[in-house]
């Protein structure tokens, strides 16, 4: 008896599963930049909240500003950048996930790189009123190592996604490595 439970229970946990997959599927297909953003929200969101509850023992001095902050860059900015640049490199490139073509999507991915980090720290930044001297000082000083570090993550990253994944769905598993932090 109870393993036929057990077996209803994963049969049921699998099936609908399955019918969140196809839903999102279907709905990506037909929205994909709406898509990317509320499933990149909701990484960031998490990510924030993890990471200020569990990182950095903030508890009950957890900073709202700063999670909504992080949603709204990652939702607004970060999604619909990175999207562009997959449906962008794909269309200069073509849709062909040879090992050549995806090195050279990675290279350019790689090329622009600078310009998604910077725009990620302009956003914060205008999002905290920081000044515009404060913004390109910050830029001019950090952005060096942000880049060299996404490099690390990102190079690798984006060439098995080109490879491997399909258009559609790259977003959605380039956010799970997003979500380690230090990739983003």
């Not at 994963?10 to 609908?16: D, R, W, Y």
């Not at 999102?24 to 993890?50: C, E, I």
């Not at 080109?162 to 598993?173: G, Y």
Request: hydrophobic residues 40%; aromatic residues 12%.
């Amino acid at each position: 008896y109870q393993r036929r439970v057990r077996e209803a229970v994963v049969s049921t946990q699998s099936t609908g599963m399955k019918v969140l997959l196809r839903w999102y599927s279907h709905h990506l297909k037909k929205h994909q930049f709406a898509m990317n953003m509320v499933t990149t929200g909701t990484v960031f969101f998490v990510g924030d909240m993890l990471s200020q509850q569990f990182i950095e023992k903030k508890g009950k001095e957890h900073e709202l500003e700063r999670t909504i902050r992080s949603v709204t860059v990652g939702t607004f900015y970060i999604a619909p950048f990175i999207t562009f640049l997959y449906n962008f490199v794909d269309k200069v490139f073509g849709k062909s996930q040879t090992p050549l073509n995806s090195l050279k999507k990675t290279g350019l991915i790689s090329l622009l790189s600078p310009i998604t980090s910077a725009g990620y720290v302009i956003c914060n930044n205008i999002l905290q009123n920081k000044s515009l001297d404060y913004t390109i000082n910050q830029i001019k000083n950090d952005l060096p190592t942000i880049v060299l570090v996404q490099y690390k993550i990102w190079i690798p990253t984006h060439f098995f996604l080109l490879t491997v994944v399909p258009l559609r769905h790259r977003m959605f598993l380039s956010n799970f490595v997003g979500f380690s932090g230090p990739a983003t």
